[in-house]
């Protein structure tokens, strides 16, 4: 059995960034910028991002050799949060996950190869997950052969976050029947082997690669021990920031609840004055107030280098259902209205469902809890 913690800290640097982002996502990322990146092709805005990258964001948990910050991905955390409120859409997330697999472990060729690129705006990638798989990144169905300075892939990947943008991917696959990591630029994966996948949530862009007969660079190649922490590293942060942005968007479904429940007249009354509706968006508040207080004690472990596996996936697990749950009374207090495109609480919605089974879902984490807190 585990020993347990129950530490939380917010430092100084956590609170400087969480206000700028808060005005900074308020400001540049309103419902009708959210809607006009709907049907575009990449889902984003490149003269946004630029604007992120100049606030020194992508760099946050670089080490200063590299040209970041230095900081901690508590510190990043305390910014996708905002992200989440304001259903901010850029590579963010996808480039820390890259980001922190490569710190993990990467040789120190790549690290200075593509961590300053990241710091000035480059977007990375990991592309981890297979068809036919589960959740357990250590299930790799993609294999890789050495011919050469090449590896020659085969297989698929699933779900990979913003690939049609990255400027460098990480692909898991094995090789000689053991996990490892292939770092590829862009260039050597051309644009047929991506094809963009429908997802629930609009605002991503999920594609799946084709990897059959690929050449990419053996030179990046991470294996063994490295090849381990990377993808630990890569499930530990993705746990972490998905927790976030759902806490986030816990805050913005309660939001457009309370606005709208003060808005509706009904029979000469507030619809918000009736008990039936108010208990619920207590529940909603009791949900993002536990969301708020898991993600920042795995935050805080985290940022402190501390083993925060048992932390993070409860902080997963509270935080998808508490958004599914603010999203579905959202759209159901909006009446008729609730289930159309036109309303914004749909948006949440689909974004909590996404997040909610992104990365596994709860019955996944709980298996995983009970093992761990269990024995």
């Known amino acids: ?64 050799p590299y040209g970041g910050s230095g900081l901690t991905l508590a510190e990043v955390a305390t910014i996708v949060e905002p992200m989440g409120r304001h259903l901010l859409a850029t590579p ?9 697999a490569l710190l993990a472990g990467g040789d120190e060729a790549a690290k200075t190869a593509w961590l300053p690129r990241v710091c000035q705006g480059a977007i990375g990638t990991v592309a981890l997950h297979e068809p036919h798989g589960d959740w357990d990144l250590a299930h790799i169905d993609t294999r890789a052969q050495r011919d050469g300075d090449t590896l020659v892939l085969q297989g698929d990947k699933t779900l990979v976050g913003d690939a049609a943008v990255a400027d460098v991917l990480l692909v898991s696959c094995t090789l000689d029947g053991a996990p490892a990591l292939a770092l590829v630029p862009a260039a050597h994966l051309p644009a047929e082997r991506r094809r963009r996948e429908t997802v629930i949530d609009e605002t991503r862009r999920v594609y799946a690669l084709h990897l059959d007969g690929q050449r990419v660079p053996a030179a990046g190649l991470i294996h063994g021990a490295a090849a381990h922490a990377a993808l630990r590293a890569v499930r530990d942060t993705a746990l972490l920031l998905a927790s976030a942005e759902a806490a986030g968007g816990i805050a913005a479904a309660l ?43 795995a935050a805080t472990l985290m940022g402190a280098g501390a083993d925060a596996e048992v932390a993070l996936r409860m902080a997963k697990t509270e935080a998808g259902d508490d958004y599914v749950f603010a999203g579905d009374r959202a759209v159901q207090f909006h009446g008729g209205f609730g289930f159309t495109f036109e309303c914004d609480a749909q948006l949440h919605l689909r974004r909590a469902l996404w997040l909610q089974h992104c990365h596994g879902d709860a019955a ?12």
């Open 255 to 297: 939001d457009t609840i309370v606005d709208y429940l003060n808005l509706r007249t009904t029979f000469g009354r507030k619809i918000g004055s009736y008990q039936s509706l108010k208990h619920p968006c207590a529940e909603i508040l009791m949900g993002l107030e536990r969301t708020r207080s898991h993600v920042a004690h």
């Open 364 to 375: 996944h984490h709980r298996r995983r809890l009970a093992d761990l807190l269990l024995g």
């Open 92 to 100: 963010y997330v996808s480039t820390q996950l890259f980001t922190q």
């Open 1 to 64: 059995m585990l020993p347990l913690s129950t530490d939380i800290r917010f430092g100084d640097e956590q609170a400087m960034l969480l206000e700028t982002a808060v005005a900074f996502c308020r400001d540049k990322s309103p419902v009708a910028a959210v809607r006009r990146q709907l049907d575009t092709e990449h889902g984003f805005d490149r003269a946004l991002w630029d604007e992120l990258v100049g606030l020194g964001w992508t760099g946050i948990a670089v080490p200063d």
